[in-house]
């Protein structure tokens, strides 16, 4: 569950993509992106066909082949791209915090911001777990390792609890991601509720249990 989009040089670096070497191929590349994530969205992966995100895209069937080798290649792709897209949109919303709480209410917020724009990362995420349990697994240990990396500056800063050791802000941070993403599913998917709302909530929720 990000440039605003892909990182082309990472996706070269994963074997996930060919790393466009112009701005157009960047473009390009961004429009089959997008255009999968459409078709994967609506369709399910299984249903949805190389010929039917090139249309999409508006691109021929050769140009796909230009960056993507399969289905299954551009899938994995697009599950790395959309959860670097959640980091790039979360990201922006930590500076200015007063605390690392705080900081991890504002990032709760625009995450739901994202998703509400974004509903079908839902169905992409959780479908990759059956068609690529490893990009599925990776996704999540990614952000959960930034959670905690930002936990353990805001202990060493004195904000929360300076008992914490690396195991407890292991755990805190899958708990708090699992409360994101169940959150984002209920009132960002499934309902268009108020996100700052929402976020001041949990953040409530958060100071009590773990605030110096």
Do not use: C, K, N
């Given at each position: 569950m990000g440039v605003e989009g892909a990182d082309s040089a990472q996706l070269g670096a994963t074997g996930a993509a060919k790393a466009p070497r112009t701005p157009r191929g960047e473009r390009t590349l961004r429009k089959i992106l997008d255009a999968a994530r459409e078709e994967f969205g609506e369709?399910?992966?299984s249903d949805s066909s190389i010929v039917g995100?090139?249309?999409r895209a508006g691109v021929a069937?050769?140009?796909?082949y230009t960056y993507f080798e399969s289905k299954e290649v551009l899938f994995q792709a697009l599950v790395r791209d959309m959860s670097a897209q959640v980091r790039d949109n979360v990201g922006p919303a930590l500076s200015g915090a007063s605390d690392g709480l705080d900081g991890e209410r504002r990032a709760l917020e625009a995450f739901l911001r994202f998703v509400r724009d974004h509903r079908d990362?839902?169905?992409?995420?959780?479908?990759?777990?059956?068609?690529?349990?490893?990009?599925?697994?990776?996704?999540y240990e990614t952000t959960a390792?930034?959670?905690a990396a930002r936990l353990a500056a805001a202990r060493d800063r004195g904000e929360i609890c300076a008992g914490l050791n690396?195991?407890?802000?292991?755990?805190?941070?899958?708990?708090?991601?699992g409360a994101n993403v169940f959150l984002g599913l209920r009132f960002a998917v499934w309902d268009d509720a108020n996100e700052a709302t929402?976020?001041?909530t949990m953040s409530r929720a958060w100071r009590q249990g773990v605030a110096a």
């Open positions: 369709r399910g992966y995100i090139t249309q069937l050769g140009t796909f990362i839902y169905r992409i995420i959780d479908e990759s777990e059956f068609v690529e349990p490893a990009v599925y697994r990776e996704h390792v930034r959670i690396s195991r407890d802000l292991d755990v805190l941070a899958w708990g708090m991601m929402v976020a001041e």
